[in-house]
């Protein structure tokens, strides 16, 4: 069976430092990525989703970059944090052609 | 463009009631529709979908919803909550034929079950 897992699992930065949220699937190649966000008492915000090896594509213009270096681990960074970024960021992943997202654990990041 | 509409924020219920989550959507093309759950500081689960077929999907954890086309609904009933069932609660909807993560979110249901 496929697992998702994310870490760490809370993060609490000051403003202008980096970071790096990292996400691995197991039990499938090739998956699609995906990072989200989820502001408090909203839905979810699609930030990024890759369909392959270095290939990302963003949905909003934002302060955060992902990155793609290995088929199945997907990295969430920063080079200086703002207090906007604070919230629960979650990756997710789907099969190549598939019609649901699977979802892993979340990240609570803090931002102070 | 889709949308999605989570009539309710929040729904209080005592266990063993029924209880029913609403949820409209805006799409002017055929859509997949989807019913996630969140337990407090975790991820999002499946509770149950609709891609074609059968208008009326069952879920886990008793759950089912009616995909309503006329009326652009896709509610969550469940006919006896317990205690357990209290979690937040998210209907999405994605286009079909674009990327499974092109979904877009409600903002959401708080279920707070009450003994």
């Known amino acids: 069976s496929q697992t998702i897992h994310q870490w760490p699992a809370t993060l609490v930065q000051p403003v202008g430092s980096p970071l790096s949220l990292e996400c691995t699937v197991e039990g499938t190649s090739n998956p699609n990525l995906y990072w989200y966000r989820q502001a408090a008492g909203r839905g979810l915000q699609l930030l990024f989703y890759?369909?392959?090896?270095?290939?990302i594509s963003s949905e909003v213009p934002q302060n955060l970059s992902a990155s793609r270096p290995q088929d199945r681990q997907f990295i969430l960074s920063s080079k200086k944090l703002l207090l906007s970024d604070s919230g629960f960021y979650l990756c997710?992943?789907?099969?190549?052609?598939?019609?649901?997202?699977?979802f892993g654990e979340g990240s609570w990041l803090t931002v102070v | 463009a889709q949308s999605v509409t989570q009539l309710d924020s929040q729904v209080p219920v005592f266990e063993e009631a029924p209880v029913e989550l609403r949820c409209n959507y805006s799409s002017s093309v055929s859509v997949y529709l989807f019913w996630y759950v969140q337990y407090p500081n975790q991820g999002l689960q499946l509770l149950l979908k609709y891609l074609s077929g059968s208008t009326l999907v069952k879920g886990i954890n008793g759950f089912e919803a009616e995909f309503n086309k006329s009326q652009t609904s896709f509610h969550l009933r469940k006919p006896s909550v317990h205690i357990s069932d209290t979690a937040e609660y998210f209907c999405?909807?994605?286009?079909?034929?674009?990327?499974?993560?092109?979904?877009?979110f409600g903002d959401g249901t708080t279920l707070t079950v009450k003994p």
């Open positions: 997710a992943w789907s099969w190549v052609s598939g019609n649901t997202i699977y």
């Open positions: 999405a909807v994605r286009e079909i034929n674009t990327n499974a993560g092109k979904s877009t």
């Open positions: 890759s369909v392959g090896i270095g290939q």
